[in-house]
C-alpha cells in the first residue's frame, strides 16, 4: 500500500529559531500535499493545500511567510515553521494524494519550542 | 473551519462491548472517510463510503451513511483494548478545490480490559 513518511517524528527547538519537516511519498507520486496542525485532544486543522510544482494554498488564519511550504517535487515536500515560537507548539501531520492512491498520512511531528 | 460534528466525544467501554459513534456534516460530499489515530501517531485510513453507498464493513467494522441526513456511524464490534484510540471523520466535500478533507471533532474511545 501507499507509504509517506514523515521526519522527524520529534523535535525541539528554541524560541527564534527554524524547524523543516519533510513528508515523503515512498511508493508512489504525490501529485498534492496537505499540512495540518493538531492540538493536544483536538482534531486535525487543515493549514495549507500543495501541488507539486506550484505554490501552497493557504487556509484562512494561516500565515504564509511563517509556515513555508515547498512542493518542489511529486514525492517530496516541506513545512518550514519560521523564527518559531511556544505557541507554535503543537502535532503536525502531512498526507498525501496521488493519481493511485488515496490520502496517506504521514506519521506526524511532535514539535516543541522553548 | 472543521466542517463535521462527532459524538459521542469521548466513549468508555469494555472489552468485548460494541463502540458506536457518530458523525455529522454540512455540505454535499464525494466520499466520507473514517481514521483512527493512537495517541501521538498520525492517521491509520479505515474505511471509506461513498455518497451513493448506504453501508460498507470491513472486519469488526460497519459504517453507514445517510445523506438525507447528513451523517454517517462507525460501529466497532467486539472491541478490543487495542481499539483504544481517536476515530475522526473525514468528508471529501463535492465543492472543495483541491480535492481537501474535512476532518470532525473526533471520538476518544476507550476500551477497558
Known amino acids: 500500500g501507499a507509504v509517506v513518511s514523515q521526519h522527524p517524528s520529534r523535535v525541539i527547538c528554541k524560541s527564534g529559531t527554524s524547524v523543516k519537516i519533510e513528508c515523503r511519498s515512498l511508493d508512489f507520486q504525490a501529485t498534492t500535499m496537505f499540512w495540518y496542525r493538531q492540538f493536544p485532544k483536538q482534531s486535525l486543522m487543515l493549514m495549507a493545500t500543495s501541488n507539486e510544482g506550484s505554490k501552497a494554498t493557504y487556509e484562512q488564519g494561516v500565515e504564509k511567510d511563517k509556515f513555508l511550504i515547498n512542493h518542489a517535487s511529486l514525492t517530496l515536500s516541506t513545512l518550514t515553521v519560521t523564527s518559531a515560537h511556544p505557541e507554535d507548539s503543537s502535532f503536525y501531520i502531512c498526507?498525501?494524494?496521488?493519481?493511485?492512491?488515496?490520502?496517506?498520512f504521514g506519521s506526524g511531528t511532535r514539535l516543541t519550542v522553548v | 473551519s472543521q466542517q463535521g460534528e462527532e459524538d459521542p466525544q469521548a466513549l468508555s467501554i469494555q472489552e468485548g462491548e460494541n463502540a458506536t459513534m457518530n458523525c455529522s456534516y454540512k455540505?454535499?460530499?464525494?466520499?466520507l472517510q473514517w481514521y483512527r489515530q493512537n495517541s501521538g501517531r498520525g492517521l491509520v485510513h479505515l474505511i471509506l463510503?461513498?455518497?451513493?453507498?448506504r453501508e460498507k464493513h470491513s472486519g469488526r467494522l460497519r459504517v453507514t451513511l445517510d445523506t438525507s441526513k447528513k451523517s454517517s456511524s462507525l460501529l466497532i464490534t467486539a472491541s478490543r483494548a487495542a481499539d483504544t484510540a481517536s476515530y475522526f471523520c473525514a468528508t471529501d466535500p463535492v465543492k472543495a478545490a483541491g480535492n481537501k478533507l474535512t476532518f470532525g471533532g473526533g471520538t476518544r474511545v476507550l476500551v477497558k480490559p
Open positions: 463510503i461513498r455518497s451513493n453507498e
Open positions: 455540505t454535499s460530499i464525494n466520499n
Open positions: 498526507s498525501a494524494s496521488g493519481r493511485d492512491a488515496g490520502y496517506t
